[in-house]
């Protein structure tokens, strides 16, 4: 059982040397792994976009190593980061409106505190909403969301959601109109 011996102690200081093997082919999360999903639902706080993909894509493949212990900020030498990979505790961050990660940063992107099992269940509930849409309603709602359209995009769903009440027949025509002008934008956009 010599493999399981833990080498997790004393690498938290200093840069430690490269990877001594590559890996020959991509490592594929088990999905059935508990402590995987568990580390995707933990929080990613006061980053920059840059540092927050960066954790990100470590949770996606399995190299993100929570912390076990709280650690210490580098600006009020607390012990107060609970978050692994970052280098301010979260009062310092604020204070200094800077990434918690970088510290370089300050176009900090608000996390939504949102738990990975209510994200799921919105993005199911997305699913259903495009499922229910016809082929038009939904390229129209994809569109406005690409967009950043958001009052559209839930006027088009609440049109989607009313489908079955008879609310649909009334917004057809406006409907319609929306559909020209979108695509229009996008023929310009081709002549750039
Ligand atoms: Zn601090
Ligand atoms: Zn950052």
Redesign the pocket.
């Known amino acids: 059982m010599s493999g399981r011996v833990s080498t997790a102690k004393g690498k938290t200081g200093a840069q430690k040397s490269r990877q001594k093997y590559q890996n020959t082919f991509a490592f594929k999360p088990d999905k059935n792994n508990q402590s995987a999903s568990k580390i995707a639902a933990l929080p990613a706080q006061g980053l920059c976009q840059k540092c927050l993909d960066i954790i990100d894509w470590r949770k996606r493949m399995s190299k993100y190593k929570p912390l076990t212990q709280p650690k210490t900020?580098?600006?009020?030498?607390?012990k107060?980061?609970k978050d692994a990979y970052h280098v301010?505790?979260?009062?310092?961050?604020c204070?200094q409106n800077v990434c918690a990660k970088c510290r370089e940063s300050t176009e900090i992107v608000i996390s939504d505190h949102k738990p990975a099992s209510q994200r799921l269940r919105e993005e199911q509930e997305q699913h259903q909403l495009l499922a229910s849409m016809s082929e038009r309603q939904r390229r129209s709602y994809l569109r406005k969301i690409a967009r950043g359209d958001e009052d559209g995009a839930g006027k088009i769903a609440q049109v989607a959601a009313d489908k079955e009440d008879g609310g649909w027949s009334d917004f057809d025509d406006d409907f319609d109109e929306d559909v020209e002008d979108d695509e229009d934008d996008e023929e310009e956009e081709a002549d750039k």
């Open positions: 900020c580098l600006a009020c030498h607390g107060k980061i301010l505790c979260r009062d310092c961050a204070e």
